[in-house]
C-alpha cells in the first residue's frame, strides 16, 4: 500500500496514458510494478492513505468526504466522525487563524472562497484545534467540480502540512530576534528587560531573568507578562518570598548548570514549593502550570536563571522545545559576560589612565627638583678644577640629559592621560620663528648622538603660533625615533618649508622603516610596529605629538616603506613674517 501511496502522481500520469491508449479506460491506474490499480474501492483507498489530507465539501459547506490525513489532521480518529457533523459543529472544532495568528472568518478559507468565486488561489491556513490546544499549519488548495451545467458542485481541498516548516521558522526568527536584541546594546539588563517582553507571549505567559549576585543571591532584572498587575504581583511574592537560592528548583539549576522542565505543576508541588499559606494563595494566583528553568551559562559558570512560565495547561513544555530554549539561554548568557567584559576593560583602562595621569602629575614635582640640583651641582663642578673633576662633569651632563629626557617622558604621559580622559591641555601660545628653534633641537641631538649625521635645510623664516615648550617635545621625539630606529653612520634631515599656509617640517630618515600595515595605527597610544621588538620604548611618543600638533591647528603625518627610512611631517598653520 505505502508504494501505491508514494507512487500517486506517477500513478495519475499512468491513468491519463491508460486512458489514452484505451485500456481498462477511465477506471484504471498503473502502479510501478506495471500491475494496475482497476477498481473504484482501489482508487479509494489510494484516496484514503494519501500522504496530504484531501476533503470535499458541497456546495452547502457539508464535509462529504475526508481522508484518512484529513482526519488526523482535524483531530479525528476516524474520517466518518468527521463527515457526519454539520459543518457548524465540525468549524466549532477548531479555532481558524490566519498567519499572523488573528481570527480568520469561515469565509476566508479558500475551500470557501472557490465554492463562492468558482475558483481560489492556495493559502496559508493555521488553526487551533480546540480540544487538545495542539496548533497546525496547512497549505490549502482548492479545486472545483462543476456539474454538467456549469455550476460548483464540490470543492475538493488539499491540505499540505506545514507546521513542521513554520515551526523550524519560528524557532529562527525567535533567535534571531533575540540576537538582535541582545546585540544592540551594552547595557544587559535593559537587554534583558526586551528579551523578555519579546518571548512574551508566543514562547510563554511569563519570562523572567534573574542574575547572581555575588554577595545577595539571585537579583531579579526582568519580569514580563502580559498582564501588568499580574507583574505587580510577581513582584510583590519576590519581594516577600525571595527565590531560595539554595534549594529546590531554582538552588537546583543553579548548582547543576542544567536546565529543568516542571512539564506540568501539581497542587502538591505548589504546596510543597509555598513556604506558608499566603504564598500558595499567591503562587496558585499567578498561573504557574508549567515551567522551565534555564541557566544563563557563560565560560562554564552560571550567571543567572531564564525562568519560563506556562499558564495555559495545554501548552507544557515538553523535552522537544530544550533545543530552542537552550539556545535562547545560551545566547542571553553570552550577552551578559560579553558586556560585563566590556564594562571591566573598560573600567581597568579609565584606572591606568587615572593612574597615569596622577602619576605623571606627582612626578613633575621631584623630577623638576632633581633636574635643577643636578643643572646646579653641574654648574659648580664645572667651575672646580681638581683633578678628576671632569669626570664629575661627564657624570652629572649625563644625569641632566637623562632627567632632561625622563621629564619629557612624564610630560608626554601627563598629556596623553589628560587628552584621554577629555580634559583639555592648557597650552601656552606663542609666536615662535620655527628655524631657530629646530637648530637648537638638532644641535641637542647631534651631540647627543656622535653616530648620526643630521642636515638641516631650509630657506625663508617661518613664523608660527605654538606652545613653544611641547613643540620641542614633538621635534625632540621624532629626531630620537629617527635615530633610535635607523643603524649607526645614517643621516637624519630635517627641512622647514612654508605651503599653502602652513610650515613643514619634514624629519626623513634612512632607518628601519615602517611595515605598511603599521602606518594606520602608528599614532595610537601603546601601539609600536612589528619591525622595533629589540628597541626600547613606550609607544606614547607619537600618539602624544599628534594630539599636541592637533591642538594647535596643524597636522603629523608619517610615510614610510620597510628597510627604506620614513619621513614625519608636521604642519602648522603660519602666521606671517
Ligand atoms: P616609541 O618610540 O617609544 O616606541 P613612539 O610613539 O615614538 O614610541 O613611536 C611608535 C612606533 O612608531 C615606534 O615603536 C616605531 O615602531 C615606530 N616609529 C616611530 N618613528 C620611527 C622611525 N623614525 N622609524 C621607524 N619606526 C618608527
Not at 159 to 177: N, P, S
Not at 289 to 294: D, G, Y
Amino acid at each position: 500500500m505505502a508504494k501505491v501511496r508514494s507512487e500517486t502522481a506517477s500513478a495519475a500520469r499512468g491513468a491519463s496514458r491508460a486512458r489514452g491508449g484505451g485500456r481498462r479506460a477511465g477506471s484504471a491506474i498503473k502502479t510501478t510494478e506495471g500491475g494496475w490499480v482497476g477498481s473504484t474501492e482501489q482508487l479509494y483507498m489510494v484516496l484514503q492513505e494519501a500522504g496530504d489530507a484531501i476533503t470535499v465539501v458541497d456546495v452547502t459547506g457539508q464535509l462529504r468526504y475526508a481522508n484518512k490525513a484529513a482526519a488526523t489532521a482535524m483531530g479525528f480518529e476516524d474520517p466518518a466522525d468527521a463527515v457526519s457533523l454539520p459543518s457548524e459543529e465540525l468549524l466549532a472544532h477548531f479555532e481558524l487563524l490566519d498567519a499572523d495568528g488573528k481570527p480568520l472568518l469561515e469565509e476566508a478559507l479558500p475551500g470557501r472562497r472557490a465554492q463562492r468565486e468558482g475558483s481560489a488561489p492556495e493559502g496559508l491556513v493555521r488553526f487551533r484545534i480546540r480540544a487538545t490546544g495542539e496548533e497546525r499549519w496547512s497549505l490549502v488548495r482548492p479545486a472545483v467540480v462543476r456539474a454538467p451545467g456549469g455550476q460548483v458542485q464540490f470543492v475538493i481541498n488539499s491540505f499540505h502540512d506545514v507546521t513542521a516548516l513554520k515551526e523550524t521558522e519560528r524557532r529562527l526568527t525567535l533567535l534571531a530576534d533575540a540576537g538582535s536584541i541582545l546585540g544592540k546594546s551594552v547595557d544587559y539588563q535593559e537587554s534583558l528587560n526586551e528579551l523578555a517582553r519579546m518571548v512574551v507571549p508566543q514562547l510563554a505567559d511569563w519570562c523572567v531573568v534573574d542574575l547572581v549576585e555575588p554577595e545577595s543571591g539571585l537579583r531579579r532584572v526582568a519580569v514580563a507578562h502580559e498582564d501588568a498587575s499580574l507583574v505587580e504581583l510577581a513582584e510583590e511574592v519576590q519581594r516577600r518570598w525571595p527565590s531560595n537560592t539554595e534549594e529546590g528548583a531554582t538552588g537546583d539549576v543553579l548548582k547543576s548548570g542544567e536546565p529543568l522542565l516542571l512539564p506540568v505543576i501539581t497542587e502538591e508541588q505548589l504546596l510543597t514549593a509555598a513556604r506558608d499559606e499566603e504564598h500558595g494563595r499567591y503562587l496558585r494566583a499567578l498561573g504557574l502550570n508549567s515551567v522551565a528553568i534555564l541557566p544563563l551559562t557563560a565560560r562554564g559558570r552560571v550567571l543567572g536563571l531564564l525562568t519560563l512560565v506556562r499558564s495555559d495547561r495545554s501548552r507544557a513544555f515538553g523535552e522537544e522545545e530544550l533545543p530552542l530554549l537552550g539556545e535562547l539561554a545560551a545566547r542571553a548568557g553570552t550577552a551578559i559576560d560579553n558586556s560585563r567584559l566590556l564594562h571591566e576593560a573598560t573600567e581597568a583602562v579609565r584606572l591606568r589612565d587615572d593612574f597615569l595621569a596622577i602619576a605623571s602629575h606627582d612626578m613633575r614635582t621631584p623630577l623638576a627638583a632633581i633636574l635643577g640640583y643636578l643643572q646646579l651641582g653641574l654648574r659648580r663642578a664645572k667651575r672646580v678644577e681638581e683633578p678628576g673633576s671632569e669626570k664629575l662633569v661627564e657624570y652629572l651632563s649625563a644625569a641632566e640629559s637623562m632627567a632632561g629626557r625622563l621629564t619629557d617622558l612624564v610630560a608626554d604621559l601627563m598629556d596623553v592621560s589628560l587628552l584621554r580622559s577629555g580634559r583639555p591641555i592648557a597650552l601656552e601660545m606663542v609666536e615662535l620663528e620655527v628655524a631657530p628653534v629646530l637648530e637648537r633641537v638638532i644641535d641637542v641631538h647631534q651631540k647627543l648622538a656622535r653616530t648620526h649625521r643630521f642636515a638641516f635645510v631650509h630657506d625663508a623664516p617661518v613664523v608660527v603660533q605654538a606652545d613653544l615648550r611641547r613643540f620641542e617635545r614633538v621635534l625632540d621625539n621624532l629626531l630620537s625615533n629617527a635615530v633610535k630606529f635607523s643603524s649607526a653612520g645614517g643621516e637624519v634631515r630635517v627641512t622647514l618649508d612654508e605651503k599653502g599656509g602652513m610650515a613643514r617640517i619634514t624629519v626623513r630618515d634612512q632607518g628601519l622603516g615602517i611595515p605598511t600595515a603599521d602606518l594606520p595605527e602608528l599614532f595610537t597610544r601603546f601601539r609600536r610596529a612589528s619591525n622595533v621588538a629589540g628597541v626600547r620604548g613606550t609607544g606614547l611618543g607619537l600618539a602624544g605629538s599628534r594630539e599636541i600638533i592637533r591642538q594647535m591647528g596643524g597636522e603629523i603625518e608619517v610615510s614610510s616603506r620597510e628597510g627604506k627610512g620614513s619621513s614625519f611631517v608636521v604642519t602648522l598653520p603660519v602666521t606671517g613674517g
